[in-house]
């Protein structure tokens, strides 16, 4: 699969990213095109935001370069690159573009300096940012040097404190995950339920939440425009006397959840709703859903 992808002259992606890791530096907006081999996931703290493992189609270039491309869709006809790495190091990856946006902004570094970099980075000795200040600091006074050790504690802070969030989400992702394959191997979706709940989860996940999937019940019956607390909702009656409801105007705008659930009264149902990452249980257990899906009979 290929995908068009946008990189912005003035963006981080052009000015740090590109030059150091690829050796490339635009003087203007381009389109280029990756060659996806996966999707990684979604990233942790933006939702419109996607990782892909994929090759890069470079000018000049013979081969197609290997990499990790994080994009974002924002409405454009391609998706914009945000930023770009070659290993999967994510973290002192992280820091290092950190680092090298930092001192670009502030008149130390500049994108042709980062594409002399280059091969330094394809032969290993750029691997991590303090490779980038050596380099500097060679051509630097000493109160220069003082200055960017300043700067570099500090983005050094900052992104130790992302990164920890990051992998504290990834790990609560992982529990939410793992509860949610418990209930699966209980009793299985539909083999297309199982495909539309996926998507469901994945969307979920990239907003910081996750899809729980309740117990199988009967649906017995489906109550449209109830007023339930002031909004108008859709009710599900269970087969253990139990009901669930769904504000339509913030989860339902096109009625499809409800014309769903109309279409599977009388059948063996699970539901799902969107409980925080973390605090599993926290709206499902007050009876909200978000989907329903059959269940094989």
């Given at each position: 699969?290929?995908?068009?992808?946008?990189?912005?002259?003035?963006?981080?992606?052009?000015?740090?990213?590109?030059?150091?890791?690829?050796?490339?530096?635009?003087s203007?907006?381009?389109?280029?095109?990756?060659?996806?081999?996966?999707?990684?996931k979604?990233?942790?703290?933006?939702?419109?935001?996607?990782?892909?493992e994929?090759?890069?189609k470079?000018?000049?270039?013979?081969?197609?370069?290997?990499?990790?491309?994080?994009?974002?869709?924002?409405?454009?006809?391609?998706?914009?690159?945000?930023?770009?790495?070659?290993?999967?190091?994510?973290?002192?990856e992280?820091?290092?573009?950190?680092?090298?946006?930092?001192?670009?902004k502030?008149?130390?570094?500049?994108?042709?300096?980062?594409?002399?970099?280059?091969?330094?980075?394809?032969?290993?000795?750029?691997?991590?940012?303090?490779?980038?200040?050596?380099?500097?600091?060679?051509?630097?006074?000493?109160?220069?040097i003082?200055?960017?050790?300043?700067m570099?504690?500090?983005?050094?802070?900052?992104?130790?404190?992302?990164?920890a969030?990051?992998?504290?989400?990834q790990?609560?992702?992982?529990?939410?995950?793992?509860?949610?394959?418990?209930?699966?191997k209980?009793?299985?979706?539909?083999?297309?339920?199982?495909?539309?709940?996926?998507k469901?989860?994945?969307?979920?996940?990239?907003?910081?939440?996750?899809a729980?999937?309740?117990?199988?019940?009967?649906?017995?019956?489906?109550k449209?425009?109830?007023?339930?607390?002031?909004?108008d909702?859709?009710?599900?009656?269970?087969?253990?006397?139990s009901?669930?409801?769904?504000?339509?105007?913030?989860?339902?705008?096109t009625?499809?959840v409800?014309?769903?659930?109309?279409?599977?009264?009388?059948?063996?149902v699970?539901?799902?709703?969107?409980?925080?990452?973390g605090?599993?249980?926290?709206?499902?257990?007050?009876?909200?859903?978000?989907?329903i899906?059959?269940?094989?009979?």
């Amino acid at each position: 699969m290929t995908i068009k992808i946008l990189v912005e002259k003035r963006g981080h992606a052009n000015c740090d990213s590109l030059p150091l890791r690829f050796g490339y530096h635009f003087s203007d907006d381009v389109v280029l095109e990756l060659v996806q081999e996966k999707l990684i996931k979604p990233d942790e703290k933006y939702k419109d935001r996607f990782i892909y493992e994929a090759k890069i189609k470079l000018p000049s270039s013979e081969n197609l370069m290997h990499g990790y491309f994080v994009v974002v869709d924002n409405g454009k006809a391609q998706s914009t690159l945000v930023t770009a790495w070659r290993n999967d190091d994510r973290d002192t990856e992280y820091t290092l573009s950190e680092v090298i946006r930092a001192l670009r902004k502030d008149g130390k570094l500049t994108p042709q300096d980062l594409v002399k970099y280059h091969p330094l980075y394809l032969r290993g000795e750029i691997k991590k940012h303090s490779d980038v200040v050596e380099l500097l600091a060679k051509k630097m006074s000493q109160a220069e040097i003082e200055s960017i050790k300043i700067m570099v504690d500090q983005i050094e802070e900052n992104a130790a404190k992302i990164i920890a969030e990051k992998n504290k989400i990834q790990e609560e992702l992982a529990t939410a995950l793992e509860m949610n394959n418990v209930l699966e191997k209980k009793l299985e979706l539909e083999s297309a339920e199982k495909e539309r709940y996926q998507k469901e989860l994945a969307l979920a996940q990239s907003q910081g939440k996750t899809a729980t999937l309740s117990l199988p019940d009967t649906l017995v019956d489906v109550k449209e425009h109830q007023d339930y607390f002031g909004s108008d909702c859709t009710i599900l009656i269970m087969g253990d006397g139990s009901t669930k409801h769904m504000k339509l105007a913030t989860w339902d705008p096109t009625y499809s959840v409800t014309n769903k659930a109309l279409e599977l009264k009388g059948r063996r149902v699970r539901t799902t709703c969107w409980d925080p990452i973390g605090q599993e249980g926290r709206w499902s257990s007050k009876g909200y859903f978000n989907g329903i899906y059959a269940i094989e009979e």
